[in-house]
């Protein structure tokens, strides 16, 4: 993953480098993101995928340092190219500044999981999606109401001006997710992470949604992270693939490598555990037991517990680094390297 | 423009970074004791949780041990006020709280003691003023001292209380009143009734609210409308002309346990009304709930499903509404005293000793005799902070 310095074009939009977002609970730390490095270039889809629990939505909030609380951010670079060109280190800045504020909503922005819940319930979605440019433009209230309806007429709602007065529960789940993409993308973002854009949603309207958002990336040539556990999504959308478990990146290569030849043992197992029409089981293969504990892990491969091949003595004694295995595919397994993750400030704690 | 290739690590804001270095430095030691915790959090029952998220709140941990001292003094009130409540000295009326002096006047330290000392009324100004001889015996306060035989709590016969003097000259910590009674015994002996007044009067209003709500709100309909109805009626009624005319029915004649009684009646009779309200409106919205849905399919009786499914879904509100339902009835009992309504003399509360603080022209004079009101706000405020602190601790969802 050299970034190639000489070039702009190929400089990635979005650069995240050892990102670790830590829980600082009362019985010890939360490792919920412990290390994560990728990157998105121009106008591409990258899907960050991985079972529940593996801090998938932490490292999304963490793009946009929406983490609070007990969470930190305690180490890592994330480095954006904004819509002016200039790079900025998202976490190089305050939470709180106007700098900050300025990055969310109008160079990145985040689609969230639950529409139910996402909008405020006593404003109506015009407001709310206009909100976004009221806080990054100077247009004028008409201006901007042109603008929402314009993007809700493109996000594929119906009589656009009509459902832009109207409040979160008159409209249907496959329209409030509509209307939580066209709040996204209404100022035009460089860069949008969209965490479980259609878990919520059935079928039918998860492939419009999916459509939808592709055609609206071909237009405005912006760049996608999906974060989902749904394989189909990442099938179809995405050029490249990060594989997360237990807070690391086990796995990255591009899509169509990593569904004919995966390198980890997880993401074997994960590949396997999947469904095919058409092709009758007796049962479907299963990955025994559940992801352990992120709360001060041992230092060791965090799929030892549950991997078929692990090697007693040599993944419970280290961590393995995420080495390159074949031409743009990287893994992090004893198995093919025996090279470990370095050590640094908080490994000890 | 910056350079394309960077990723040259941009320092972070002092502000975060400060945050990042405190949490790894608070972090880097106790882990061992922290996994320990973990291990046994993990297998903690939700009452265990509460308790250990309780201890956690400082202010609501120092309420609890205050507010159990407050209980303590209550229970061994003979023991710890030095004289009996009807006790007089008629020396010492309106004698202000007595300096207690360690060193003799000659500058050697004797340990506590006081002056002997009276109060005479100041001809000119009618008001009772200290008199205190120039060469007055020194009287040590000790502790322990020999007293007439008493009870204990009725049951342990005693000699000795906790402090006192050891000659005729009393000593005052809070001064005393207009027939030279000491406060502090009068406030001590007080706080059996002011303290205990609540848990009787919150128990009556407790079982009435529950029940009252719950039916209202899990049968609906007309029952629900009734209920509903009557509650308003004994809200609108404006609070003290109700407590009073409730009290106006108490005999004369009736004992001062007796009173006693009525009066955590009276209180307790206007005072379910908030809570039947909370919990029908709890009910209400829990009896919508699928598992509720769940419970009728699996054929269970009404009973069993408040019981069982709807009460303990909000167990840590009736909790917090306890402790905060105590210190009401505390305030309730102290107007009714305070109004010469509740109990009477020879009894006394907290209330009912605060009656002779009614007159400005004496109150001006002997300001000690607010005494008592600084007793209600504490206890008042304790309970407040503890139902705070359980409040944070029942609340499954808080963080």
Redesign the interface.
């Known amino acids: 993953m050299t970034?190639s310095?000489s070039l702009?074009s190929t400089?990635p939009r979005l650069?995240v480098?050892g990102l670790k977002t830590?829980f600082?609970l009362?019985?010890?730390?939360l490792k919920a993101v412990d290390g994560v490095d990728f990157h998105v270039g121009e106008a591409e889809s990258v899907g960050i995928i991985g079972e529940s629990g593996c801090g998938k939505s932490i490292t999304a909030q963490s793009m946009l340092q929406l983490v609070r609380?007990?969470g930190?951010i305690?180490a890592g670079?994330a480095?954006l190219r904004r819509k002016q060109?200039?790079?900025v280190?998202i976490?190089?800045?305050?939470?709180d500044?106007a700098e900050m504020r300025s990055v969310r909503g109008d160079d990145a922005s985040i689609i969230f999981q639950e529409p139910m819940t996402s909008f405020s319930p006593v404003h109506t979605i015009g407001f709310q999606i206009g909100e976004m440019l009221r806080l990054h433009t100077k247009l004028s209230e008409a201006q901007i109401r042109e603008r929402v309806i314009a993007m809700l007429g493109r996000v594929g709602i119906s009589n656009p001006e009509v459902r832009i007065d109207e409040y979160p529960h008159q409209l249907s789940g496959g329209m409030r997710q509509r209307a939580m993409i066209a709040m996204a993308l209404i100022c035009h973002p460089q860069i949008v992470i969209a965490d479980e854009p259609t878990t919520a949603l059935d079928v039918t309207i998860q492939a419009q949604i999916l459509d939808l958002m592709r055609d609206l990336q071909d237009e405005l040539g912006m760049s996608i992270v999906y974060i989902t556990h749904n394989m189909a999504v990442v099938a179809e959308n995405v050029s490249r693939v990060y594989v997360m478990y237990l807070g690391r990146v086990v796995e990255t290569t591009t899509t169509e490598r990593l569904f004919k030849d995966p390198k980890h043992p997880y993401t074997q197992k994960l590949l396997r555990s999947i469904p095919h029409p058409g092709r009758p089981v007796e049962r479907l293969e299963v990955i025994e037991g559940s992801v352990p504990s992120a709360?001060?892990p041992p230092r060791r491969c965090g799929f030892f517990t549950r991997c078929p091949s692990a090697m007693a003595g040599v993944c419970d004694a280290a961590i393995p680094a995420l080495t390159k295995v074949d031409d743009e595919h990287w893994a992090r397994c004893f198995l093919l390297s025996d090279e470990k993750e370095a050590e640094d400030?908080?490994s000890s704690? | 423009m910056s350079d394309t290739t960077t990723s040259a690590p941009a320092p972070r804001p002092k502000k975060v970074q400060d945050r990042i270095d405190r949490l790894r430095a608070q972090y880097s030691t106790g882990g061992d004791r922290r996994r320990q915790r973990a291990e046994q959090l993990y297998s903690a029952s939700q009452w265990q949780l509460m308790r250990a998220k309780f201890g956690k709140h400082k202010l609501a941990m120092v309420s609890l041990y205050l507010l159990i001292l407050f209980y303590v003094v209550a229970i061994l009130a003979d023991f710890i006020a030095p004289y009996d409540p009807q006790e007089r000295s008629r020396q010492h009326i309106f004698a202000p709280p007595s300096a207690i002096h360690f060193f003799a006047p000659d500058g050697g330290f004797v340990g506590p003691y006081v002056f002997d000392s009276r109060t005479r009324v100041n001809p000119k100004t009618f008001k009772y003023d200290l008199i205190v001889a120039d060469n007055a015996d020194m009287n040590p306060v000790v502790l322990f001292p020999k007293t007439d035989p008493y009870l204990l709590m009725g049951v342990i016969p005693m000699s000795v209380k906790l402090f006192g003097t050891t000659s005729r000259q009393p000593v005052f910590l809070l001064g005393a009143d207009n027939l030279g009674r000491d406060l502090f015994s009068r406030i001590v002996h007080a706080s059996r009734v002011s303290l205990f007044v609540g848990f009787g009067g919150v128990l009556i209003s407790f079982v009435l609210g529950v029940a009252l709500g719950g039916i209202s709100g899990y049968v609906g309909g007309k029952v629900d409308v009734i209920i509903q109805r009557t509650i308003e009626l004994v809200m609108s009624v404006p609070q003290i002309p109700l407590w009073m005319a409730l009290a106006a029915a108490i005999p004369a004649e009736w004992t001062g346990i007796q009173t006693y009684f009525a009066i955590t009646l009276v209180l307790s009779l206007v005072g379910w009304t908030g809570l039947a309200r909370v919990v029908r409106g709890r009910i209400l919205s829990m009896r919508e709930e699928d598992y509720v849905m769940a419970a009728r399919i699996s054929s269970a009786s009404s009973w069993s499903i408040i019981t069982r499914h709807l009460i303990p879904g909000f167990t840590s509100y009736l909790i917090v509404h306890i402790t905060i339902a105590i210190p009401f009835m505390i305030l309730g009992e102290t107007t009714l005293s305070f109004l010469g309504i509740g109990i009477r003399a020879p009894d006394v509360s907290w209330g009912s000793l605060l009656q002779q603080a009614q007159d400005v022209v004496v109150l001006s004079n002997y300001v000690w005799l607010l005494w008592p009101a600084a007793f209600v706000v504490a206890a008042v405020v304790l309970f407040n902070f503890i139902g705070d602190g359980l409040r944070d601790a029942a609340d499954p969802y808080a963080k």
């Not at chain 1, 009362?26 to 730390?29: M, Q, S, T, V």
């Not at chain 1, 976490?91 to 939470?95: N, Y």
Request: aromatic residues 10%; proline residues 6%; without cysteine.
């Open positions: 970034p310095a702009k400089e650069k480098e830590y600082f009362d019985h010890g730390i609380g007990r930190q305690v670079h480095v060109g200039e790079m280190d976490l190089s800045l305050d939470p500044s709360v001060d400030e908080w704690l």
